[in-house]
Structures are given as structure tokens and as C-alpha cells.
């Protein structure tokens, strides 16, 4: 029995890695407002709430059509009572009062202006917001004691603000394969994140590197770290050496998602990206980019020759190249829910690192994403229908 007449009857299981979900979808009107509520849920710390409107916007972008009628929820899994009341008013009425409320708030705007900083997370930004701060710019006039990383946030709040587009994603692949290769030949570098999905933007650029000989990627980090400095690509960078060994709680067990690879979040300083990007290796070491001092905060001048780009870099020992590859591609929901099919529905345990079978009491190995999904039960969803 058909649910009406231009809608068939389309069945969505309940997690999104049982699922495939491409960049593009057909329901970007009600995605977008869900996903405002989820983010204003995480400005409050409110996780339980934030990930239920991701999930229910996540549901939509699985859909092979555009949702016209409540009709056309029927039997759609985790759409909870709060998302339906929201998507009934956005089919109704054409938006929603509380989406649009939320917007217009000035805690909202402001959290997302201070979030919106590099090195502030939710906590400095509402103690801020607390203090009357509205804008990246308040930080400085205010006075505001800031680290490191938050101090090149808000030198380089305007490039990093702006998207990373596919080609610029690129010439830094390339210059992040020559350092590579020369601290280190043979290592193999993959490109994952939001590109590996197949988006055309991100707000950073995501790099996975290994050597398939086991071992030898120890201290691989500081000399590529080094490399890049010494020729002037970095304008900012936090290396974090691997803690996976010392760590107390079992290896597929770290506190909350974050895992104990060898990383170093960065900001590199990329010479103008022309349609030639070969012209991008000689203008690294150039310190000829002008800065303009704005407000205390300096900024880069329109006209510069180089902008500031978001690359975090991560080290994995070969054996745990599949889960790590799987962990850094993302998305965040699409993470969330391998992991939690993985411990609910099967009974195991899976990080970036490894996956535990607990009732078989061992690791299960993988040498491909591919195998990951198997030992999970799961059918393989390639990484460009990952965006969940
Ligand atoms: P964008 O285009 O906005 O960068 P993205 O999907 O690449 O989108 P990232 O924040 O770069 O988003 O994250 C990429 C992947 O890396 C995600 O799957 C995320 O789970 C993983 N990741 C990010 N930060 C950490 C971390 N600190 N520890 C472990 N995994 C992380
Ligand atoms: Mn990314
Ligand atoms: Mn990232």
C-alpha cells in the first residue's frame, strides 16, 4: 500500500551508519532549522537534547525526497515530539517561531561569534557572554587573558572563518606530501574529514598519516612539524605526542571520543591559490603577506598574498590505520552512531584505535574500512554517504 502518490513508501533504519546519506539532499529548508536548535542546545551544554535534533535532521537528509506533508514522516524512526512540532510549523507556516527566535537571540549570535574564535570552546564563550562579550573583537578590548591558540584565533579570525575550498584542501595535500617525504619516504598520507567525503568546503583540512612498516612512524610528528616551520608554513601549531600506551581505561575505551593519537592541530600559512597551484610551493617561506592592525586584532588585508588555513595532521601506527581512517572521516554523527550500533547492538567496543569484542574477550583486527563494517554486521556506507 502506497503512503500517498508522490511519496513511496521508503524505509530509513534507525542508526545513521545502517544508512546512506550523500552531501546533497532534499530537505535542507527543515535540516538547517533542526540543526540551529541542536546547535543552541550544545551553546547550553545540553548533549542529550543536541544530538537528538542531529539525529532527527540526519533522518531527513536520508530521504530520497523532500518531506511536503507530516504525511510523509510516517514511519520515519527518531523523530522525536519536539523535531515533529518544529517541522510541522516549517511545513505549515514556512518557518518556525522557536528556530527563529533562537537566530535573533543575542546568547546565540554571541556564542556563535566567541565558539566561532579558534582555541574557544563553549565554556570560555559563555563565561564571556556572561561578561558582556558579543564578538571575537570585545576579547581584545575587554582585555580578556587569552592562550595561545586562542591568540592566533583571533590574529587569524577572518581567514579561518572563511571556507576552505577543494583546491586549497589540495595544494596543502601537496605540501604536507613533501614534508612527509622528506622527513620519512614511503609513508602514505590520506586526506580525510569533511574532503574525503566529498564536500566541495570545510572549515579545516584533515590529514591521516602512516608507514606500512610498523614502528617507524614513531616520532614522525616533531620532524614533520619541523620541516614545515623551518620552511615557513606554520603560523600556529599544538603537537599532542601519543598517549595511547600509558593510557589506564584499555586502549578502545579513551574518555569521551577523543583518542590518543600523535596530532598537531595547526595553521598554516598557504601562498595564493591560483588555478596553477605549483605557484603555491615557492611563495611558503614568503613573509611578504601585509597585516592590518583593525580593532587590536590584526587582520589579513584582502589583497594579501597568502591566507591562514586550519590543518590538523595525525600519526597512526599501520596496524590501527582502518579504525583510524574510519574515526577521522566523520561525520561527528555518523562517528557517534557506528559507535554507539557497535556497543548497543553488538556488544563491542570501537575507537579510532580498535574495536573489542567483548564477548569473545579480544580485539578484532581490520586492515580496511571495509572489514570494520563486517565484524560490525554493518553493510559497507562509502565515505561520501557518510554525511550523516
Ligand atoms: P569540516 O569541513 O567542518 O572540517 P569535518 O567533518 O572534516 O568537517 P572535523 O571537525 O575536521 O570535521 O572532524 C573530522 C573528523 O575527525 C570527525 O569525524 C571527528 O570525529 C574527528 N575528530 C575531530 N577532532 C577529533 C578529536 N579531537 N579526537 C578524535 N577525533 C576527532
Ligand atoms: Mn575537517
Ligand atoms: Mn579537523
Redesign the pocket.
Known amino acids: 500500500l502506497k503512503s500517498s502518490e508522490d511519496t513511496p513508501s521508503f524505509t530509513v533504519k534507525s542508526y545513521a551508519c545502517q544508512r546512506r546519506t550523500p552531501l546533497k539532499h532534499h530537505n535542507t529548508f527543515l535540516t538547517e532549522a533542526l540543526e540551529i536548535l541542536a546547535e543552541n542546545a550544545e551553546f547550553g551544554e545540553n548533549e542529550g537534547r543536541s544530538v537528538a535534533f542531529r539525529r532527527s535532521a540526519s533522518v531527513l537528509k536520508a530521504l530520497p525526497y523532500a518531506v511536503r506533508q507530516m504525511d510523509d514522516l510516517k514511519n520515519l524512526p527518531c523523530l522525536g515530539e519536539h523535531s515533529q512540532r518544529v517541522i510541522k510549523e516549517i511545513l505549515e507556516d514556512g518557518s518556525s517561531r522557536e528556530v527563529e527566535s533562537t537566530r535573533q537571540s543575542a546568547q546565540f549570535q554571541a556564542m556563535k561569534a566567541l565558539t566561532g574564535v579558534f582555541g574557544v570552546g563553549v565554556r570560555s564563550a559563555d563565561r564571556g557572554f556572561r561578561e558582556g562579550l558579543l564578538c571575537p573583537s570585545d576579547l581584545i578590548r575587554t582585555g580578556q587573558k587569552l592562550n595561545k591558540a586562542q591568540q592566533a584565533g583571533v590574529q587569524y579570525y577572518d581567514d579561518l572563518n572563511r571556507?576552505?575550498t577543494k583546491q586549497e584542501a589540495l595544494a596543502i595535500s601537496q605540501i604536507v606530501e613533501r614534508a612527509v617525504n622528506s622527513v620519512l619516504p614511503g609513508s602514505i598520507i590520506t586526506l580525510?574529514?569533511?574532503?574525503?567525503?566529498g564536500?566541495e568546503?570545510?572549515?579545516?583540512?584533515?590529514f591521516l598519516i602512516t608507514h606500512e612498516e610498523e614502528g617507524v612512524e614513531e616520532g614522525l610528528m616533531p620532524k614533520l612539524v619541523n620541516w614545515l616551520d623551518e620552511q615557513g608554513f606554520l603560523l600556529y601549531q599544538k603537537t599532542t605526542r601519543n598517549s595511547y600506551l600509558e593510557s589506564k581505561d584499555g586502549p578502545a575505551r579513551p574518555p569521551n571520543?577523543?583518542?590518543r593519537?600523535e596530532?598537531c592541530?595547526s595553521i598554516f600559512k598557504l601562498g595564493q591559490c591560483s588555478e596553477d597551484s605549483s605557484a603555491v610551493l615557492e611563495t611558503g617561506s614568503d613573509d611578504s603577506g601585509t597585516t592590518d592592525n583593525v580593532n587590536g586584532t590584526t587582520r589579513q588585508q584582502p589583497g594579501s598574498s597568502w591566507r591562514a588555513v586550519?590543518v590538523?595532521l595525525?600519526v597512526s601506527p599501520f596496524s590501527q590505520f582502518a579504525f583510524a581512517t574510519l574515526?577521522?572521516?566523520?561525520?561527528?554523527l555518523?562517528?557517534?552512531e557506528l559507535r554507539r550500533w557497535a556497543g548497543q547492538e553488538k556488544g563491542m567496543s570501537l575507537s579510532?584505535h580498535a574495536l573489542y569484542d567483548s564477548k569473545q574477550q579480544r580485539y578484532l583486527r581490520a586492515n580496511s574500512e571495509e572489514e570494520i563494517f563486517a565484524h560490525l554486521g554493518l553493510e559497507f556506507i562509502p565515505p561520501c554517504e557518510r554525511n550523516s
Open positions: 571556507p576552505v580525510t574529514g569533511g574532503f574525503r567525503r564536500k568546503v570545510g572549515h579545516d583540512v584533515d571520543n577523543m583518542d593519537f596530532r592541530f586550519r590538523d595525525v574515526g577521522w572521516t566523520g561525520s561527528k555518523f562517528e557517534r579510532s
